[in-house]
């Protein structure tokens, strides 16, 4: 089972108005992927942060790609 080791959360916006001036909260889910690092571990964390690891060579490149 993966761990979740990101601390970042969804991304939260208001949609735009409607002539009455109606608004609703729209959530952006993040991309969570399951990703083992170079000890073994596999670890829950966002797109971004393994394309970031991935370019540092932190990442096994088999199993993220």
């Known amino acids: ?3 979740n080791i990101s ?3 969804p991304n939260k916006r ?5 002539h009455a001036l109606n ?3 729209s959530t ?3 991309n969570l992927q399951v990703v083992r690092l ?7 964390i966002s797109a971004k942060e393994a394309r ?3 370019k540092a060579d ?3 490149t088999e199993e993220a790609a």
């Open 38 to 44: 170079e000890d073994g571990t596999r670890v829950r």
């Open 1 to 3: 089972m993966a761990i």
């Open 28 to 30: 952006q889910a993040l």
């Open 23 to 25: 608004t609703t909260n």
């Open 52 to 54: 970031t690891l991935r």
């Open 7 to 9: 601390s970042r959360k």
């Open 58 to 60: 932190k990442v096994n």
């Open 14 to 18: 208001k949609r735009l108005r409607s």
